[in-house]
Nanobody, 115 residues
Framework: QVQLVESGGGLVQAGGSLRLSCAGS????????MGWYRQAAGKQRELVAV???????DYADSVKGRFTISRDNAKRTVYLQMNSLKPEDTAVYYC?????????WGQGTQVTVSS
């Protein structure tokens, strides 16, 4: 059974940094595209950043220049380095990974940025 386990969320002051990790397991195959989404209270889930198995990245405009996504294919892990955090970054962050066209989701990790 494929599982994605996130870690690294928490409470941080505006301007601070956090690093999220998401480790995948349960498959002998590597994941294709991996990414991070977030959902703030009362809002729809939105894309934050994605990275392909080849390392190509894409970001939401709201996080460009502040967040960096990366992955370690050997460890089947994707990371999200978040710098210069703003209160509007407060949300539950979800890891997503594609395996043979099937999307998998992590359980989510809360990120709270205080002003």
């Amino acid at each position: 059974q494929v599982q994605l386990v996130e870690s690294g969320g928490g409470l941080v002051q505006a301007g601070g940094s956090l690093r999220l990790s998401c480790a995948g397991s349960g498959s002998v195959f590597g994941f294709n595209t991996m990414g991070w989404y977030r959902q703030a209270a009362g809002k729809q889930r939105e894309l934050v950043a994605v990275v392909t198995s080849g390392g190509t990245t894409d970001y939401a405009d709201s996080v460009k220049g502040r967040f960096t996504i990366s992955r370690d294919n050997a460890k089947r892990t994707v990371y999200l380095q978040m710098n210069s955090l703003k209160p509007e970054d407060t949300a539950v962050y979800y890891c997503n990974a594609d395996l043979h066209g099937i999307p998998y989701w992590g359980q989510g990790t809360q990120v709270t940025v205080s002003s």
